[in-house]
């Protein structure tokens, strides 16, 4: 993947201004006509879905106080990680995007949510919802893409320091939770600032997740394993709680990296958003973002973020109206010759992964190996990686002339 | 009765704390309310019991309120949140009954035209409903010693009078009952309705005057013409001994008003529909340090605030990631993507995106 602007064949070089602005106008339309029809059949939908998990979380958790027997533990644990990810997913996601604020509800409010993660709704909101949804795919804005730790563009400087990336990614991925409020507090540039002269509003962030974690730790690793404590559950109880939280994370990071990170999907350069239209920040979030394709029980544990593009397209709209808007959404990407991307759930997974280990090597290093020259490839690549920069750049320089000689050849 | 033990307390205390570690993000309440939503402890709720048709386009509804409703005095009002086409719509209404036995509280309520509330709850609300409530309140109550008075009522403004009337007098099958604790009150309604048979509560209010209990005036506007206040000493001849307690639109109030203070007679009114808002284009936008901006249609109340000086959270500014959302006390605003209107009746505090709604009215933010 290269940055759209860089791309030989630009996917978008085809559309007029005329026609990027009467995308804006179509797709305000589609949006229009679900504002319209909103009511009370979708407050019905979000109360049932929120109903169900507070009852399938009772029931979970009373299960779990008995956890000691493995019939127990393993029923427990199973609905507990159902009953998290619904939590996240379809109810906290969502609401936390606003897109029930409509229905002045205070108790399902986007400012009066909290939800069962280690970071704030608060601090969530402002790098999710403002950044991440604004900027979204612009490299150097977004720091959704590999949330800052990953290689996730053929642009980046290859350093030997991302061989180990998908170590991090499936780390990430276990402690998604952690992650995401690390990344939140983006952790990474305020720690190597000196601890004297960090901002206060960095240290009132940082305040605000520790009590958090705390909490939610409490409640999982202490009160709910104390409680089993007669039957004589607490470890397992203690473990059947770790083992939801991981689940949950696993899941939701798979779900977010199908989001924006199988092939297919575009990435954008800083200055090209410098004075964007509403058209071209919709033709953005229409190439910036990819589908999976399911079932219905899918598209809920998704949080509906199983119709990304349609999310980033209208990300106030109530999810469970997505899947309504898609077709009506494609039939657009199709009129004006755009590449809607989507695909199973396995294959979107193995995909976004295929791309972090891609990425994790140097430019062409994967897609150049096979069984034959794997000795050569293996050696040129302990070079590269003990070898230092000068020597990453001659043996670049190196392959950039072959490559270019090939083609001159052909 | 004996007080708690300071250690019970601190047990009971210490035992809220695990329960609600327990639970967080979510409070108990959240789960508890799940499965007993008028429980005491719980948010004022309320549930339909039932809805009695009054004339074709009013009806009584019957809710049981939660635990925690703490009582009221006739002619009290209360504030009702019910969900329309999935929005919470708050509405005030008068307490038609005195308190109950039965612990269950009564609205009466005229469809008006164009009235998203009162058309729902005429026609649509179902029992079994929960809706949302405040205690009840209000100063439009009679004083327990009696005294005479002058009620004048227009429209479903009877509703308030006729919890008053009905708790004094109460009306059984053997007819009106003539209480001790009422004699002292001599009390003369002077009803206005555009038409007779549009009128609520007339029955109620006939049996009341066949029974001697009141002195009934009606006067319909099909057949007497439109009130002016002016009439009301040549209607009520000793309207100078009487205090009056006046229900209905702002516009009779008004005037009323106006006569009862140059006649100098004390008067008590009660209007619940806030006076009528519609959409204009720009307004003042007050906040609560004071300050007024003066917004056009056109500009986001946010950057017109920002402008001024005002210190506004914001996030994406282009209606997207709603971090600049702030409840709107009062007011209408315009949705500048689609023309969308919202209105904020006082106390409604709807939350709005500044950074895409124009002031479309005079607007109060809360910040």
Known sequence: ?????????????????????????????????????????????????????????????????????????????????????????????????????????????????????????????????????????????????????????????????????PLWNFINACFFEYGIAAYDLELGRNLKIPKEKRS????ENARGVLKKIRQQATKDYLVHPALSIPTGSFLPTLAANFTANVVRNLWSHSVIMCGHFPEGVETFEKASIVGESRGEWYVRQMLGSANISGSKAMHIATGNLSFQIEHHLFPDLPSNRYAEVAPKVRALFDKYDLTYTTGSLPKQV?????????????????????????????AKLYKLTTGGPKVRRMIEANDRRQRAAAARAA | ????????????????????AATTPLLPADYLDLFAPLRSGADLRGRIEEVHPETADAATIVIKPGADWAGHVPGQYVRVGIDVDGIRQWRAYSLTHGPRRDGRIS??????????VSTHLVREARAGTIVHLEQAAGEFVLPPAGGKFLFVTAGSGVTPVIGMLRNLFPSTDSGVLRLPRSADFDIVVVHIAPTEPDSIFLSDLKALAEAGAVHLVPRYDDVHGVLDVAELSDLVPDLADRATFACGPGGLLDALADHHEAAGIELFTEQFRAS????????????????????????????????????????????????????????????????????????????????????????????
């Open chain 1, 200 to 203: 206060e509003e960095f240290k």
């Open chain 1, 1 to 165: 993947m290269t940055t759209i602007q860089k791309k030989a064949d630009n996917p978008i070089a085809h559309l007029t201004p005329e026609d990027i602005e009467q995308i804006g106008i179509e797709l305000d339309a589609i949006r229009q006509e679900i504002l319209d029809s909103r009511g009370a059949a979708d407050a019905a939908y979000i109360r049932k879905v929120i109903d169900v998990h507070r009852k399938l979380e009772l029931a979970s958790r009373a299960v779990l106080l008995a956890s000691i027997f493995p019939p127990a533990w393993i029923v427990g644990t199973a609905g507990l990680s159902i009953a998290k990810i619904l939590e996240n997913m379809e109810i906290g996601h969502n609401i936390l995007h606003g897109q029930w604020d409509w229905m002045r509800d205070p108790k399902i409010h986007s400012t009066t949510w909290e939800w069962d993660m280690a970071t704030p709704a608060d601090q969530w909101k402002h790098s999710h919802n403002e950044l991440h949804h604004t900027y979204t795919n612009v490299i150097g804005k977004d720091n959704d893409l590999g949330y800052g730790i990953m290689r996730v563009d053929e642009d980046q400087k290859w350093h030997p320091f991302f061989l180990a990336q």
């Open chain 2, 107 to 116: 609205i009466t309520v005229k469809a008006v035209p164009d009235g998203l």
């Open chain 1, 350 to 378: 193995y995909s976004a992964w295929h791309k972090v280990v891609r990425l994790s090597l140097p430019n062409g290093w994967l897609a150049e190996t096979n069984v034959k020259n794997a000795p050569q490839q293996l």
């Open chain 2, 1 to 20: 009765m004996t007080s708690t033990p300071t250690s019970t307390l601190m047990l009971r205390d210490r035992l809220v704390r695990v329960v609600e």
């Open chain 2, 276 to 367: 009528f808002k519609v959409a204009g284009d720009g307004g003042t936008v007050a906040f609560n340090d004071g300050t007024e901006v003066v917004a056009d249609g056109a500009t986001p109340i946010l950057d017109v605030a920002e402008a001024a000086g005002v210190l506004m959270p914001s996030g994406c500014r282009m209606g997207v990631c709603f971090g600049c959302v702030l409840p709107l006390r009062e007011g209408v605003v315009r949705d500048l993507r689609n023309g969308e209107i919202t209105i904020a009746n006082d106390g409604d505090n709807v939350v709005i995106q500044t950074c895409i709604s124009a002031a479309a009215g005079p607007c109060h933010i809360d910040h």
